[in-house]
């Protein structure tokens, strides 16, 4: 169980446990090695319904550009040049 601690002076050597419940804690909170490894601290681990709203967004970007270069295109003026 996460713990709120404090060292109750300068010289102090081991902490002083303020209170059981970390939340209202304003100085450090100890954690067991369990609670640390289930921590979610790697950003690239998704659900699945993670992975597939990303890819979607990801794939709505790229439509929305490749729809926008399409209509730009069909817009400009045909000076003869043939370059893209």
């Known amino acids: 169980m996460a713990q709120c601690v ?3 002076s ?3 050597s081991a902490p ?3 209170v059981a419940a970390p ?3 304003s ?3 100890l954690v067991t090695p369990a609670e ?3 921590m979610a601290l790697n950003p690239f681990i998704l659900t699945p319904e993670d992975g597939l709203i990303l890819s979607a967004a990801i794939v709505g970007v790229w439509s929305a550009a490749f ?3 399409a209509a730009i295109r ?3 003026t045909n000076d003869g040049d043939t370059s893209t």
């Open 6 to 8: 404090a060292f109750a």
């Open 10 to 12: 300068q010289g102090a």
């Open 16 to 18: 002083d446990v303020l």
């Open 23 to 25: 939340e209202p804690c």
């Open 27 to 29: 100085t450090f909170v």
């Open 36 to 38: 640390y490894s289930a």
């Open 67 to 69: 729809a926008w270069r």
């Open 74 to 76: 069909a817009l400009g």
